[in-house]
């Protein structure tokens, strides 16, 4: 019996990390549908970035409740996770508390204890999440754009987070007494499962084949839900687990509200004020090619840095709330913008899933998804890019859409065209002759 055990939990380990691993490849695949981009100058800046933004959380604590709650959340459930080697060992080898014989009694015991104080400030934290948001009524979380499904994920995965817990503390009550009783060898500490779950199992003095069942049940139920959990992660906002590590590495380091120019667009402006240059003379090797589209209309347009954000998006709408334009009822949302480039992006990996390679659908990001009254509402002030927790950057996706309107389509709203046409005639965005421009002085 025990060797078929053995032999089922190597199965579904198998099939879950291979899932897994099959939904990370595509989301490399998609990601890897964008531009290239060259981000890999200042990497140590970018190391002690990623190590302070994603691992030490040093943005989530701008708003200290949920900030704290939320470390309390991400270092228990990453660290709680590292039993999973030992669920590992001994779902292989048939053993019971492997670690124990590694680390020896006193430290496993410590180690235990500490599992369990931070099982709790788990379930502290995904209950008042779970209250905050749909209870409390929090503006940027029962906002019209999270109606659905985004709602539907976040809960789900609060209510995932709380029964694995449960099962942690049910394992380790009803695995306490069986140790008590001299079925199990005692190994490790537990004093949440002391002051909680023990005293209730013990009012009803189960039988051993009773308890051992629930152990048994409980450690499944463990060990499938991380499986489950992990699997589900490509469906889900929570993503932002694991790619927040490489969004923040990849982060723009440069001040905010710098905008790039384009190599080719500099190089014309540059002939134009140079009147030696020879327009017509080739162009030097590795020199910067025209692009074929100036900005971007789909998803093929954006960097994979770009790309990458979208799927690292947490939909926190820490973003939203600071948005000017939102906030004055604008329809721009830094936050849909990227729930909606994800989106497209997502319904683009379909199509090649079915036909092998993209096959036109008739759709792009402009338009069918994200539209120009979105773009023309963003002021470019860089609130939502300072608030993000993980230094994502919804304004640079805009910019570039923006950038196509004007370049490709020649669609900016009356103002812009106005003031383009000022800095061409006048050399300054107001309509006066530069001889006329010092009269208020004379007035």
């Known amino acids: 019996m025990q060797y078929l055990d053995n032999v089922l939990f190597l199965i579904l380990l198998i099939a879950g990390f291979g899932l897994f691993g099959k939904s990370l490849m595509?989301?490399?695949?998609?990601?890897?549908?964008?531009?290239?981009?060259?981000?890999?100058?200042?990497?140590?800046?970018?190391?002690?970035?990623?190590?302070?933004?994603?691992?030490?959380?040093?943005?989530?604590?701008?708003?200290?409740?949920?900030?704290?709650?939320?470390?309390?959340?991400?270092?228990?459930?990453?660290?709680?996770?590292?039993?999973?080697?030992?669920?590992?060992?001994?779902?292989?080898?048939g053993t019971h508390r492997f670690l124990a014989t590694v680390f020896g009694h006193g430290f496993y015991s410590f180690f235990t204890a500490t599992l369990e104080v931070l099982a709790l400030l788990v379930i502290v934290g995904v209950v008042t999440f779970f209250i905050r948001r749909n209870f409390y009524g929090v503006k940027r979380l029962t906002m019209k754009e999270l109606f659905g499904w985004p709602k539907n994920d976040a809960n789900w995965i609060l209510i995932i987070e709380f029964a694995l817990m449960?099962?942690?503390?049910?394992?380790?009550?009803?695995?306490?007494?069986?140790?008590?009783?001299?079925?199990?060898?005692?190994?490790?500490?537990?004093?949440?499962?002391?002051?909680?779950?023990?005293?209730?199992?013990?009012?009803f003095s189960f039988d051993n084949g009773f308890l051992i069942f629930v152990e048994r049940g409980a450690w499944w139920f463990h060990f499938m839900g991380i499986l489950f959990f992990m699997n589900y992660l490509y469906y889900s906002k929570h993503l932002h687990i694991i790619l927040a590590f490489p969004s923040t590495w990849y982060a723009n380091l440069d001040l905010y509200g710098k905008f790039n120019n384009l190599a080719s667009v500099t190089k014309e402006i540059k002939l134009m004020m140079d009147p030696n240059a020879d327009p017509y003379a080739a162009p030097a090797e590795g020199a910067e090619e025209a692009p074929s589209k100036f900005g971007a209309e789909d998803v093929f347009d954006l960097n994979q840095v770009q790309l990458l954000n979208a799927y690292s998006c947490t939909e926190c709408g820490r973003c939203t709330s600071v948005c000017p334009a939102n906030i004055t009822g604008k329809k721009l949302s830094p936050r849909l913008i990227l729930m909606k480039t994800r989106d497209?992006?997502?319904?683009?990996?379909?199509?090649?899933?079915?036909?092998?390679k993209f096959e036109d659908d008739g759709k792009k990001l402009l338009n069918d998804y994200i539209t120009k009254e979105e773009l023309w509402?963003?002021?470019?002030?860089?609130?939502?890019?300072?608030?993000?927790?993980?230094?994502?950057?919804?304004?640079?996706?805009?910019?570039?859409?923006?950038?196509?309107?004007?370049?490709?389509?020649?669609?900016?709203?009356?103002?812009?065209?106005?003031m383009m046409t000022n800095v061409e005639n006048n050399a300054a965005p107001w309509q006066y002759n530069q001889a006329d421009r010092l009269n208020w002085a004379k007035d």
């Not at 306490?176 to 500490?189: K, N």
């Not at 860089?382 to 370049?407: G, H, K, Y």
């Open 344 to 356: 497209r992006l997502e319904e683009v990996g379909r199509n090649i899933d079915k036909n092998g």
């Open 377 to 418: 509402a963003c002021t470019t002030c860089n609130a939502c890019t300072q608030a993000c927790p993980v230094l994502l950057d919804p304004l640079s996706i805009i910019f570039e859409m923006r950038r196509f309107l004007v370049m490709e389509q020649s669609a900016a709203p009356q103002e812009l065209n106005l």
């Open 166 to 203: 449960v099962a942690f503390f049910t394992m380790n009550s009803s695995d306490f007494i069986l140790q008590q009783r001299g079925v199990l060898a005692a190994h490790g500490s537990f004093p949440i499962s002391e002051m909680t779950l023990v005293p209730f199992l013990e009012i």
């Open 26 to 93: 595509k989301i490399y695949r998609n990601i890897r549908l964008g531009r290239e981009i060259n981000r890999s100058d200042r990497k140590a800046e970018r190391w002690e970035t990623m190590a302070r933004v994603a691992m030490g959380q040093s943005r989530m604590t701008a708003r200290p409740v949920a900030g704290i709650l939320h470390l309390f959340v991400y270092v228990g459930f990453v660290i709680i996770n590292i039993e999973l080697i030992e669920i590992i060992v001994d779902g292989i080898f």
